[in-house]
């Protein structure tokens, strides 16, 4: 039975989808990157080889997040396509009229505008923690609560409090000052959901269309209070898709099924990649004026891809 191997390398988490012929997930993997994503690659494919069927045959591979033509080349990518395209992607195949892709995960967010099927806008938030998963992370470690208990306890909320969120300092300061006041823990946690959510809107989503179906992908659409802080400042219904917190993997894997319709065979590697050493090391080329810093990546000592140089002088991976 063929299938298709979707890679997210991001900054905050590594996501390991494998994808059927008929679309359905049948393994999916979450892990924290570190600041390692060579290692977590590898740790996690290791981890997701454990639970590919015996009869599965890897007809293709995609990759996509930050570190998409790192992990690209290390595995044998047939397609390296950015984030937005890959999101856009998985949201159409679990909802094929979707308008609007709300993506936050632990350090960026996004909003993606379709139309008919066709991405029509976008924005990128890379910039300001306050509009981010680790806004939350940072605030729940304050409380010491766990992020998992975050959701829950903002819709227990029963009085609206308004935390100053255009800046986690900001927040934290005005959060601490709710809590000198004696406002129930409850109700600030609602507030900083709701100063995330204001936050995201007045930014990323600044002058956009926002039309139903929206889906709301990424680790923080687990939490359950920026849900319902969304549905109350758009009044729309948020759909969540089943594997929303892998969502990037699984729109490169089904990029690597439609590359492969088109024929050819597959550049995988093969699994035996955890076995292999790889280092990531720069230098400057003095061809000319620019200077540009040329990243290399090597593979058993062999170079397999490099980038950086403004004419494409000293490249060797392709995407």
């Known amino acids: 039975m063929k299938a298709y191997l979707g890679i997210d390398v991001g ?4 996501n390991i989808v494998l994808l059927s012929d008929e679309g359905e997930v049948i393994t999916n993997l979450y892990i924290r990157t570190r600041g390692r994503p060579i290692e977590a690659l590898q740790a996690g494919l290791r981890e997701t080889a454990k639970d590919i069927p015996a009869d599965i045959d890897i007809a293709g591979v995609g990759t996509t997040g930050s570190g998409r033509f790192l992990a690209g ?7 390296i396509k950015n984030e937005i395209t890959a999101h856009a992607v998985a949201a159409s195949l679990y909802e094929p009229q979707v308008q609007t892709v709300l993506e936050i995960g632990g350090q960026d967010s996004k909003i993606i505008i379709l139309r008919n099927g066709i991405v029509t806008d976008f924005a990128m ?10 806004f939350l992370d940072q605030q729940a470690s304050r409380l010491n609560i766990p992020i998992q208990e975050f959701g829950s306890l903002a819709l227990k909320s029963t009085a609206s409090i308004r935390i100053a969120g255009r800046c986690t300092v900001f927040a934290e300061s005005d959060m601490i000052h ?9 109700d600030i946690i609602n507030g900083l959901c709701e100063a995330l959510v204001r936050n995201y809107l007045n ?3 600044k002058g956009k269309e926002i039309l139903s179906p929206v889906l709301f992908q990424g680790g923080v659409a687990a939490n359950q209070g920026i849900k319902a802080a969304f549905e109350r400042s758009l009044n729309i219904d948020i759909q969540i898709p089943k ?7 699984v729109g490169a894997a089904q990029l690597a099924k439609e590359e492969m319709g088109r024929g050819g065979k597959t550049k995988f590697k ?6 292999l050493s790889y280092l990531t090391r720069s230098f400057e080329c003095n061809s000319c004026s620019n200077l540009c810093e040329i990243v290399e990546v090597l593979e058993n000592e062999l170079a397999i891809g490099r980038w950086g140089s403004r004419c494409g002088r000293w490249d060797l991976a392709d995407g």
Do not use: W
């Open 11 to 14: 900054s905050v988490s590594t």
């Open 73 to 79: 080349v290390m595995v044998g990518a047939d397609v």
């Open 125 to 134: 938030n890379t910039v300001c923690a306050a509009g981010t998963g680790s």
């Open 178 to 186: 709710k809590q000198q006041m004696g406002f129930r823990v409850e």
């Open 203 to 205: 930014n990323v989503g």
């Open 243 to 249: 594997h929303f917190n892998v969502m990037g993997a």
């Open 270 to 275: 093969g699994l035996n990649i955890t076995n």
